[in-house]
């Protein structure tokens, strides 16, 4: 398989509780991006990397949330004190910078997160 | 406040029709245009997508109509089938950053 790979698909957790998704972009993909979708809505951007620097940060990654990427490789996106408004699916995306097609990115599946 | 506007929010039609989906824009610097096609519980799946330098683009039944001037683009499904039944969302991309529509839930009957 050599799409995007997001785990867990689904995260149910308390209110309070911390939670780490892991996303592993397309091999040779330079830039990995996370979205946050929730229902009847377009992705919305959190945050995108470069190799293994963040370049770009919504104002909606609060400070309860991180993101890195080690080594320019997979990516984890950690909330912390989850709240219920967190409540959506995750979105990873990567993409080749410069490559044929260009500035196209390609979704996992995403990781589905209900906090109650 | 939206970048991308995408109209209709719904969309029902029979098969073998044609459903247009509508965006508009309003940064010039949009460079890239992508579709994708959700279906439920899936992450969104690439469709088709065009460059502001040409005005239509044609990949099998999906069809993408853009206008520089009006600052707007359209999908149009060409005998759509109940297997398209999904949410399309435009999109469109600056540099590094997309920026997506709302989405439009299409429903094909058979």
């Known amino acids: 398989d050599t799409g995007v790979s997001q785990d867990p698909r689904h995260k149910i957790t308390k209110r309070g509780q911390n939670v780490t998704f892991r996303c592993d972009p397309i091999?040779?993909?330079?830039?990995l991006y996370w979205y946050r979708q929730t229902l009847g809505q377009g992705p919305e951007f959190l945050t995108y990397?470069?190799?293994?620097?963040?370049?770009?940060k919504s104002r909606l990654l609060s400070d309860r949330f991180s993101a890195e990427r080690p080594k320019g490789s997979f990516s984890t996106l950690e909330i912390q004190r989850t709240e219920q408004g967190d409540s959506a699916m995750y979105l990873c995306?990567?993409?080749?910078?410069?490559?044929?097609?260009?500035?196209?990115?390609?979704f996992g599946e995403g990781s589905w997160l209900t906090v109650v | 406040q939206q970048q991308v506007k995408q109209s209709p929010q719904s969309l029902i039609v029979q098969k073998g029709g044609i459903p247009i989906i509508n965006c508009a824009y309003e940064n010039t610097a949009f460079d890239y245009f992508p579709w994708y096609q959700q279906f439920p519980g899936k992450g969104p799946a690439l469709l088709i997508a065009?460059?502001?330098?040409?005005s239509e683009k044609k990949e099998g039944r999906f069809t993408i109509s853009f206008n520089k001037s009006a600052k707007q683009f359209s999908l149009h499904i060409m005998d759509s089938q109940p297997g398209d039944s999904a949410t399309y969302f435009c999109?469109?991309?600056?540099?590094?950053?997309?920026?997506f529509g709302s989405g439009t839930k299409l429903n094909v009957k058979p």
């Open positions: 990397f470069q190799n293994e620097a963040q370049l770009e």
């Open positions: 091999s040779e993909h330079n830039r």
């Open positions: 995306a990567s993409s080749l910078a410069g490559g044929v097609f260009g500035n196209t990115i390609y």
């Open positions: 999109a469109a991309s600056n540099f590094n950053k997309f920026y």
């Open positions: 065009i460059r502001p330098d040409v």
